[in-house]
């Protein structure tokens, strides 16, 4: 009956409870767990939604610079509940050391039990003093006596190795009271440990925040040799992370890596680099020692880049990857009852409301007090429209445009338009615009990616070259090529070394080819695929290039189709509800163009982007504006035909005379 009556209050209060200063787009009904001061620990689900939390960088430990100014609480009558946003400050841990005593071994078994002499609430145990390197597989029990042993880790993992620059000597487990330990070596694929110089536990306080983490979306991205590279999606823009932890399946790794976002800068979205570190795991005797975690500053927007250096080893097999959250902040406030209250947020420009609660800031321990509860959120209402998708810009005549191509209507709000080698070959990237059905230009933000464009191209027949060289042509897709350029070369080959060459014909006419590019080719381990060779093309004007190799004494190498690696670009716009959009380019002389950026950028991070291709350009290709060859031979028709009427008259003028003549 209790649980329907605050069921039912919760409901009128959804319904009366006032929407001061704007319109709130979520509700989330608040629980207090006693009448007076309650703590309420701000989560994902709200940082998601609401105003982002801002901490000051340069303290330590992390305090708080503002955040959650949407955020207003109500009562079931509607009277707004004052509050708080308070950081817990983290204690500095406490470790209680054990007495030690040795354990019977067994063949397979040995350990030791810990005594702490009384019993405490602890949640990670350090083992010390045991001589590297070492890998251990442990078990880990707890309990208030000898006699009843609870399992706290069935199997555990402690390392210590230098030569993998590897170490970790603690185990971690669900927070309990316990006052004796009982660690169990598995010796049955590793060497016996004697006794550890030390076991300490440390002890867990009520203010000590718990490290929340988030499983990430995890999607492969297009690469160049030698790299890896992902896509990271995160639940919201704004996020507190601290960290990246990866999931793996290959047995050893040493490898460097790196977290980029994009950002706006001078006018173009361009990747920025917020962490990196050093990837490491290894493998003994059936056991696991790994550091896959890497650091980083606090992303602004919901997409973030794992870029691994794979060097000469296969790709990374990254399995999943994990966000570590930064401590977060709590909501302190004040009721007289244990009635459910009202949250709303979500409307970001709201400013931040004052409160005489403020004058509790200096003095306020929030780590005692008795913790309130939320409710499962829903939508209560629409935001106030101030997203850019109204924004349109200034009409443009497309006719000057050589190019036009549909963008497909697949998503309504933001999308980002991947730029293809057509458009890059067809353009100065300053003449693109995006316009609607009326003739109205769609403002964008340029975005030049990390990640290469890769084009596949075809590989013409072997023709034998002099002294035993094999010639191949590649036809280009177009003859404008965007730099920097790269010519991708693979073969299923595993033993070989060859010199490769890329030429052009000649500029002048005359016959022979004009080497721009050359590189050795080398793969001397049977056991493994060769790594792709990337050649450089330095020109950005060609239509065909010949590929030359020296095969020496050997057959010809097999080779695969050839890749080209472009520079990556694509557009962010916010694709408008109930309009068709085309893309339109190819006009040399025209400017870049200059919109309102920063209408644009306030919510540019704030959503995902949809990833959109523009149709075929052969398809939408518009009739073509009279090139110079044409004025030419439009011309020469024209002087041939004035020779024409020149010369008939001229014979006519000669009949006459001879007629005259004769009849003289």
Same mark, same amino acid.
């Given at each position: ?220 991205? #297009?690469? %160049?040799?030698? *790299?890896? &590279? @992902?896509? +990271?999606?995160?639940?919201? /823009?704004? =996020?507190?992370? !601290?960290? $990246? ?101 979500? #409307?970001? %420009?709201?400013? *931040?409301? &004052? @409160?005489? +609660?403020?004058?509790?800031? /200096?003095? =306020?321990?929030? !780590?005692? $007090? ?118 991708? =070369? ?175």
């Amino acid at each position: 009956m209790k649980t329907k009556g605050m069921l039912l209050l919760l409901i009128l209060a959804t319904l009366i409870a006032p929407k001061a200063e704007g319109v709130e787009v979520h509700e989330r009904a608040i629980v207090p767990s006693r009448p007076g001061a309650n703590r309420l620990p701000v989560d994902v689900t709200l940082m998601i939604a609401a105003a982002p939390i801002r901490y000051r960088e340069e303290a330590s430990p992390e305090t708080l610079a503002g955040g959650l100014e949407d955020l207003r609480i109500y009562t079931g009558e509607g009277k707004e509940v004052p509050y708080l946003l308070v950081m817990s400050e983290p204690p500095q841990p406490r470790w209680r050391p054990g007495h030690l005593l040795r354990v019977q071994p067994t063949r397979t078994t040995s350990g030791l039990e810990v005594d702490l002499r009384a019993s405490a609430l602890i949640d990670r145990i350090r083992v010390e003093g045991l001589p590297a390197p070492f890998l251990k597989r442990l078990r880990l029990e707890a309990g208030g006596d000898r006699e009843r042993w609870v399992l706290l880790v069935d199997e555990g993992t402690i390392f210590d190795l230098p030569d993998e620059r590897l170490k970790q000597t603690e185990i971690r487990f669900p927070a309990g009271e316990y006052r004796h330990l009982r660690i169990t070596w598995d010796d049955s694929s590793s060497a016996r440990v004697g006794l550890p110089s030390g076991v300490s536990a440390r002890l867990v306080s009520a203010a000590t925040p718990p490290r929340e983490r988030l499983a990430l979306e995890l999607t492969p991205r #297009d690469s %160049e040799p030698g *790299r890896s &590279r @992902y896509r +990271l999606k995160l639940p919201g /823009p704004n =996020l507190p992370i !601290a960290a $990246l932890e990866l999931e793996v399946e290959n047995r050893y790794v040493l490898r460097s890596a790196a977290i980029q976002e994009a950002i706006l800068h001078s006018g173009e979205i361009r990747p920025r680099v917020i962490g990196t570190g050093e990837l490491k795991r290894a493998e003994r005797e059936g056991l696991v020692a790994s550091d896959l975690r890497i650091q980083i500053q606090r992303p602004s927007g919901s997409e973030l880049d794992l870029i691994v250096e794979n060097g000469d080893n296969p790709p990374l097999d990254v399995r999943a990857v994990w966000a570590e959250l930064a401590p977060l902040p709590s909501v302190y406030f004040e009721v007289s009852t244990v009635e459910p209250l009202i949250a709303r947020y979500g #409307d970001r %420009e709201r400013p *931040r409301p &004052r @409160y005489d +609660l403020e004058a509790l800031q /200096p003095h =306020l321990d929030v !780590a005692t $007090l008795p913790r309130a509860h939320w409710g499962e959120p829903r939508v209560s209402g629409e935001a106030p429209d101030r997203s850019p998708l109204s924004i349109i810009g200034s009409p443009i005549d497309t006719s000057r445009f050589e190019y036009r191509r549909n963008i497909p209507a697949e998503e309504v709000g933001l999308n980002s338009l991947l730029l293809d080698e057509a458009v890059l070959a067809h353009s100065t990237l300053g003449d693109i615009r995006i316009v609607d059905e009326e003739g109205r230009q769609i403002p964008y933000l340029l975005e030049k990616r990390d990640e290469p464009l890769i084009v596949d191209l075809s590989l013409g027949r072997r023709e034998s070259g002099s002294e035993r060289r094999s010639l191949y042509r590649i036809r280009l897709p177009h003859e404008t090529i965007p730099g920097p350029a790269r010519l991708l =070369l693979r073969t299923p080959a595993r033993l070989f070394t060859r010199r490769v060459t890329l030429a052009v014909p000649q500029d002048d006419g005359r016959d022979g080819q004009k080497v721009i590019s050359a590189a050795q080719w080398t793969h001397a381990e049977p056991e493994s695929d060769a790594a792709a060779l990337v050649v450089e093309i330095p020109l950005d004007r060609l239509r065909e290039l010949v590929l030359g190799i020296d095969e020496g004494d050997n057959p010809p190498l097999d080779l695969l189709p050839p890749r080209l690696l472009l520079p990556s670009y694509r557009l962010r716009f916010f694709y408008p509800a109930g309009s068709q959009l085309t893309l339109h380019y190819g006009d040399p002389q025209l400017a870049a163009p200059r919109y309102d950026l920063a209408l644009l950028s306030s919510r540019l991070f704030s959503l995902p982007a949809h990833e959109i291709r523009p149709a075929s350009e052969r398809a939408a290709l518009l009739p073509a504006k009279p090139s110079a060859s044409r004025f030419f031979y439009a011309a020469l028709c024209a002087v041939v035909l004035v020779l024409l009427v020149i010369l008939g008259r001229m014979l006519r003028l000669h009949d006459e005379r001879e007629r005259a003549a004769s009849e003289e």
